[in-house]
Each structure stands twice: as C-alpha cells, then as structure tokens.
C-alpha cells in the first residue's frame, strides 16, 4: 500500500482525509506534535515533526510515495508564532522543499477559493504564496482551494447554531445577501485522497465548492429551521460590524476576524466543478447533510 504523509492531520479536514486515506487502502502517516495525538480520530502511524521545523519534516518525508499538505489557519496567535505567514507560506515552502529533496513527486495542497495576488485579505494572500511555493519546486502537484468547509465537528455552521441555541433573536451583517457555497468535509478529503493516483490532476488548482448556494441570511433561517426555531433576524450595519472588529478582532474572544469578515462579505463561490467530474465524487446537499448532524 502506498505511503501517504498528512500534515494538518489532527484538525477537522485531516481526520477526515486520514479516514478517507484508511477507506481507500492508502496507509497514513500524520505529523504530529508531541501532546496533540489524542486529536487523532482515526487509525494513522504517528510522525513527530513540525512545517516549520525543516529537519523534522525531511526526516518526516523518507520513504513516502505522496504527501497531503492541510496545515491552515483562520485566526492569528501571533504570541505562539501562529501566523498566516508562517502557517501558509513558510510551512508550504517547507513542505514542498521537503519533498522535493527527499523524492516525494506527489503533492496534494490545500489552498482555499478566493486565493490571488491581488486579495485584500492577508489570509489570501499568504495563501496564494504557498502556492507559487508548492508549483515552483519540480513536483507532481495538485492544488485544491476549499469554499467554506462544514461537517459535524466544523467551527462555523456550530458555531452559529451554538449561538442561535440561546437566543429567538439573532443579528447579521448588512443585509446578508454575501453568497457562500459550502461544501461538506467528507467531499474535500475524497478529493484529495483521489487525486493521489489521478494522473488527470497533476499540475492543476481545482476550486471546490458544494451544490448548493446560500447567502449569509439564508443559511441563518436553514439552521434556525433545523434546530426548530423560529428566530427574528435583524440586520447590523457593516460599520458597527467594522468598528467591533476594529477593537476586539484581535483578542480571541471576539467571534470573527477582519479577515474573517472580508472573506464573508467578498462572498465564497465557485463556477468550476471539474475537480468532481474527473474524481467521479458526487456532492453532499447542504441542507439535508447540516440537517444529519446539527441538533
């Protein structure tokens, strides 16, 4: 069986790609670090290493047939070196560099839609960095760039759901019309785990985006419904919005970023769905998916 290393395995998308890597006769390896192997929800062969710890990953590399980079962030610890530099261009650069010297051709990374020069977000722009990181190296790569991931253990539908759980009334922004197209987290890990031995993928960036399209607004009254309410919504103003983030967007109470916030309002969907034709994979429908885990 072929050998597959995972970086990011302990987060919500690696489980699910180290699952869906088990289902379909790979064997996973997860990088880990030292205290966060219990984070493992399914079977994989522990590697200790670190993205941005170059002897560790080259050491983590040896003997693989691919590796599957998810290492990503949405929010910033800088205290903890947590930062969209180093999680998203330093730890691709790493990654890439890596393989490379240590003959791993394959290379499956996970980028995110939106991704360009060009962005306003530093969350784009960094990812757009470990890109140009992953494609300039000589590998056999493919580049996937994710709409908004949700699944039973994701922190955005839950979150919201969590809030709507202790209040009839809940607020969003400006008049929340901004379009999303979620897609479900088993999707993404079938994905990434197909394109392994797709030689169709190789030197291509895929956008991957769910069936269906939702705004802001709407997905609020899906999970309002799925929960059996019947919440008021009331519209906030985007420069109170702006102001609040202004002053509390930095702390780690604070449920939303700037990033975060011009993420939401650029809107997050797709009009490529090729990746899914050439992997033969057929989209989970958001409402009846949501409906399956959220309570």
Same mark, same amino acid.
């Given at each position: 069986? #072929?050998?597959?290393?995972?970086?990011? =395995?302990? *987060?919500?998308?690696? /489980? @699910? $790609?180290?699952?869906?890597?088990?289902?379909?006769?790979?064997?996973?390896?997860?990088?880990?670090?030292?205290?966060?192997?219990?984070?493992?929800?399914?079977?994989?062969?522990?590697?200790?290493?670190?993205?941005?710890?170059?002897?560790?990953?080259?050491?983590?590399?040896?003997?693989?047939?691919?590796?599957?980079?998810?290492?990503?962030?949405?929010?910033?610890?800088?205290?903890?070196?947590?930062?969209?530099?180093?999680?998203?261009?330093?730890?691709?650069?790493?990654?890439?560099?890596?393989?490379?010297?240590?003959?791993? #051709?394959?290379?499956?990374?996970?980028? =995110?839609? *939106?991704?360009?020069? /060009? @962005? $306003?977000?530093?969350?784009?722009?960094?990812?757009?960095?470990?890109?140009?990181?992953?494609?300039?190296?000589?590998?056999?790569?493919?580049?996937?760039?994710?709409?908004?991931?949700?699944?039973?253990?994701?922190?955005?539908?839950?979150?919201?759901?969590?809030?709507?759980?202790?209040?009839?009334?809940?607020?969003?922004?400006?008049?929340?019309?901004?379009?999303?197209?979620?897609?479900?987290?088993?999707?993404?890990?079938?994905?990434?785990?197909?394109?392994?031995?797709?030689?169709?993928?190789?030197?291509?960036?895929?956008?991957?985006?769910?069936?269906?399209?939702?705004?802001?607004?709407?997905?609020?009254?899906?999970?309002?419904?799925?929960?059996?309410?019947?919440?008021?919504?009331?519209?906030?103003?985007?420069?109170?919005?702006?102001?609040?983030?202004?002053?509390?967007?930095?702390?780690?109470?604070?449920?939303?970023?700037?990033?975060?916030?011009?993420?939401?309002?650029?809107?997050?969907?797709?009009?490529?769905?090729?990746?899914?034709?050439?992997?033969?994979?057929?989209?989970?429908?958001?409402?009846?998916?949501?409906?399956?885990?959220?309570?």
């Amino acid at each position: 069986m #072929k050998k597959v290393l995972v970086t990011g =395995a302990t *987060g919500f998308v690696g /489980n @699910a $790609v180290i699952e869906s890597l088990n289902r379909h006769g790979y064997t996973p390896y997860a990088l880990v670090r030292r205290g966060s192997e219990k984070k493992l929800v399914h079977p994989a062969i522990e590697l200790y290493g670190d993205v941005l710890d170059h002897v560790s990953l080259s050491k983590a590399m040896q003997g693989m047939d691919a590796v599957i980079h998810l290492v990503g962030i949405i929010r910033e610890f800088p205290q903890k070196w947590i930062t969209f530099e180093n999680m998203h261009s330093r730890a691709s650069e790493n990654v890439a560099s890596a393989a490379a010297e240590n003959g791993v #051709k394959r290379l499956i990374h996970m980028s =995110a839609n *939106g991704t360009r020069e /060009n @962005a $306003v977000s530093m969350y784009h722009i960094t990812k757009c960095r470990g890109e140009n990181a992953v494609t300039s190296k000589g590998l056999d790569y493919t580049i996937f760039r994710p709409s908004l991931i949700y699944g039973p253990q994701d922190t955005f539908i839950n979150m919201l759901a969590g809030f709507m759980k202790k209040t009839p009334v809940f607020s969003y922004f400006g008049d929340g019309s901004y379009p999303m197209q979620p897609i479900y987290v088993q999707d993404v890990a079938d994905c990434f785990v197909k394109a392994i031995d797709t030689p169709e993928t190789i030197g291509k960036t895929y956008s991957l985006c769910g069936p269906d399209v939702v705004s802001y607004k709407g997905l609020l009254k899906m999970i309002s419904g799925i929960l059996g309410r019947n919440h008021l919504l009331l519209p906030v103003p985007e420069i109170f919005i702006k102001a609040a983030i202004g002053m509390f967007g930095k702390t780690d109470w604070f449920p939303i970023t700037k990033d975060q916030f011009i993420m939401l309002t650029e809107g997050n969907v797709c009009d490529d769905d090729s990746a899914f034709r050439v992997l033969g994979i057929e989209r989970h429908r958001l409402e009846e998916t949501v409906r399956s885990y959220l309570r």
